[in-house]
């Protein structure tokens, strides 16, 4: 890379990789190897950028990131964070459509080990995945680079129907309502015939006192 792209690019990894540094938790070896990792990488951002050897430290951090526990909704900010960027350079751009990359692959690894609870949830992150990577696929088309294009068509592809495949068996969720404030320990009988799932009426619905809980709200169909 020429210096005046490195220039450019080596910010860029910079605040990159200071949002990704958020998403690691301060405890634990898995955090700690991933924020060695991390600073690393960032203390010697430009002589990556100048020796076109950014690539696999930059794989490394967001992959450590990602053992250490780093969640899928904050990459989300971390990859919103680089697309905010502007670089004129193509070294600059470069930095930062490997990021949104890097950031798209570590989601769809986080997302497919995640449990999830009801078909809304499973929707609400496929179509929050759907603009980012019809933009990434676009940039790629646009530079001709076919391996990465099809690439990123694949791992679409498998996170799609992986999220297909989730939510079939899941339950819906539906509105509900009573003609007065119940406790959540009666609602939950009601709706469930199970008293115990009291807890989750609560969190689903944001009750303040389980003891006069709103009439109407909403629940898992099953």
């Known amino acids: 890379m020429k210096r005046l792209d490195a220039n450019e690019a080596a910010p860029i990894v910079d605040r990159m990789l200071n949002n990704l540094l958020g998403t690691v938790p301060s405890q634990g070896r898995a955090g700690s190897e991933a924020r060695t990792a991390i600073s690393d990488t960032r203390a010697n951002a430009y002589k990556l950028c100048i020796d076109d050897a950014l690539g696999p430290p930059l794989d490394e951090c967001f992959e450590l990131a990602r053992q250490a526990g780093a969640q899928a909704q904050q990459l989300e900010y971390v990859r919103q964070q680089i697309e905010s960027e502007a670089p004129v350079t193509l070294g600059g751009a470069l930095a930062m459509d490997a990021g949104i990359r890097l950031c798209l692959a570590a ?40 391996m990465t294009f099809q690439m990123l068509v694949a791992l679409h592809g498998a996170v799609t129907q992986h999220l297909a495949a989730t939510a079939r068996p899941l339950p ?13 320990l009666v609602m939950a009988y009601r709706l469930y015939a199970d008293a115990s799932r009291c807890d989750e009426l609560r969190a689903e619905n944001k009750v303040v006192h389980p003891a006069f809980c709103q009439p109407t709200g909403q629940a898992l169909s099953a």
């Open 107 to 146: 989601q769809c690894r986080i997302i497919a080990s995640m449990t999830f609870v009801s078909r809304q949830d499973v929707t609400a992150i496929k179509q929050q995945l759907q603009q980012p990577f019809q933009d990434a696929e676009e940039i790629a088309a646009d530079d001709m680079d076919q």
């Open 172 to 184: 819906r969720v539906v509105n509900f309502r009573f003609y007065e404030p119940l406790p959540s």
